[in-house]
């Protein structure tokens, strides 16, 4: 049984940077069979991908945040973070992280965490 | 950039009917969408993907079917667990939602 587990702070000052790390169990994080994202839900709207990483650490961003966000994998730790800077109200959200399957004819989100809220606030 | 636009914003069905949800790509995808339920409070939970594909454990009164450009959920018979707000998804994008409440 695949687990994920989202950590980080619940407040973040403004122009301050989120740093999220989401903890895995039961799978291998070394295997190239998934890719491993984050994806946020603003209050009251849908979701919103932000970005993956793959095992060899290659990335691919959403572009509308790639200029303030950077997604890392540790596998020896079974985790993967998200950092996103410059932070503002509008980034107030619950953040997910989710296992990725990417086959090629088909991509979609297997797993997900329960999520993080994360409220932008001085 | 594929657009995928949901419809109805809301469906209002009774328990024991049928609930049938749209999403349209703004080109061919192919059989490349998933759908996804989110109950308050939970994070979003797999049914479909490849179109048409359940889950591992996804009672079979869910449905899915579609290609190209067009693509439908079907809930056979609804059940109180089911109401919900459904997103449909392709590639990185997710369509807006649709909010399956109790008529």
């Known amino acids: 049984q695949v687990h994920l587990e989202e950590s980080g702070p619940e407040v973040v000052k403004p122009s301050q940077t989120l740093s999220l790390i989401c903890n895995v169990s039961?799978?291998?994080?070394?295997?190239?069979?998934?890719?491993w994202s984050w994806i946020r839900q603003r209050p009251g709207r849908g979701l919103e991908w932000i970005g993956f990483v793959y095992y060899t650490g290659n990335t691919y961003y959403n572009p509308s945040l790639e200029s303030r966000v950077s997604i890392s994998i540790d596998a020896s730790k079974s985790q993967f973070s998200l950092r996103l800077n410059s932070m503002t109200a509008a980034d107030t959200a619950i953040y997910y992280c989710a296992r990725d399957i990417d086959s090629g004819d088909n991509t979609y989100f297997d797993t997900w965490g329960r999520g993080s809220l994360v409220t932008v606030s001085s | 950039e594929i657009v995928m636009t949901q419809s109805p914003a809301t469906l209002s069905v009774s328990p024991g009917e049928r609930a049938t949800l749209f999403c349209r790509a703004s080109q061919s995808v192919s059989s490349n969408v998933a759908w996804y339920q989110q109950k308050p409070g939970q994070a979003p939970s797999l049914l479909i993907y490849?179109?048409?594909t359940r889950a591992s454990g996804l009672p079979v009164r869910f449905s899915g079917s579609g290609s190209g450009t067009e693509f439908t959920l079907t809930i056979s018979s609804l059940q109180p667990e089911d109401f919900a707000v459904y997103y449909c998804q392709q590639g990185e994008t997710f369509g807006q939602g649709t909010k399956l409440e109790v008529k």
């Open positions: 490849g179109a048409s």
């Open positions: 039961g799978a291998s994080l070394s295997s190239g069979d998934y890719y």
